[in-house]
């Protein structure tokens, strides 16, 4: 069949056309433009999530919603339906400021090739559960201005350890300073 006889469907408009040579994938000048500048935008967004993803710390357990679509290139209405059907925890601590258990999308999105690398992977959680090393609920409530039930709350969403000494719940000052410092 001669190449003029054959018909190929344009990538970006989808009409049929006779390609010119057997690269040819767009129908016209037009559509190769549209093509260009899309690559262009992605070539943009790629960058930005990489300057996002390069300014969270490494040790950063709880991240916002920007920084895990910018880490594990999710779209946010999946992030938000993950979140809605709690298959990952999350936190609201206010407008804008929901917190993301970082190890449970990870587990859920291992890190895709062309995602910007995190330096390491986040070290294995360790804790110290002596009273030196630990708030109690009453402590927390108060230091981040929020009730004693949203704290045990929380602690509950995201499993941090606790342990109770006589009246007093404790739970590790790294992970509570972890959870609600991380702006
Ligand atoms: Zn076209």
């Known amino acids: 069949m001669a190449m003029d006889k054959i018909q190929i469907q344009c990538v970006i408009c989808k009409k049929p056309f006779a390609p010119k040579t057997v690269d ?3 129908c016209s000048k037009n559509c190769s433009d549209v093509a260009y500048r899309k690559r262009k935008a992605q070539q943009k967004e790629e960058e930005q999530r990489k300057i996002v ?28 339906r993950l979140i809605r059907q709690k298959r990952i925890p999350a936190i609201n601590l206010g407008t804008r400021l929901v917190r993301i258990d970082r ?13 910007p690398k995190i330096k390491e992977k986040p070290a294995v959680k360790l804790y110290s559960l002596e009273p030196q090393d630990c708030y109690t609920i009453g402590e ?35 992970e ?8």
Not at 103 to 115: H, L, V, Y
Not at 176 to 183: F, G, P, T, V
């Open 53 to 80: 993803v390069d300014k969270i710390p490494v040790d950063r357990l709880y991240i916002s919603v920007s920084e895990a679509i910018a880490i594990f290139g999710i779209a946010k209405s999946t992030l938000y």
């Open 24 to 26: 040819s994938i767009y």
């Open 103 to 115: 190890a449970a999308i990870e587990e859920m999105f291992p890190i895709r090739k062309e995602t």
């Open 140 to 174: 927390i409530a108060q230091k981040f201005g929020i009730s004693d039930s949203s704290v045990y709350k929380h602690i509950r969403r995201f499993s941090i350890p606790t342990r109770q000494i006589g009246k007093y719940v404790y739970a590790p000052k790294s």
């Open 176 to 183: 509570i300073d972890n959870l609600y410092n991380s702006k």
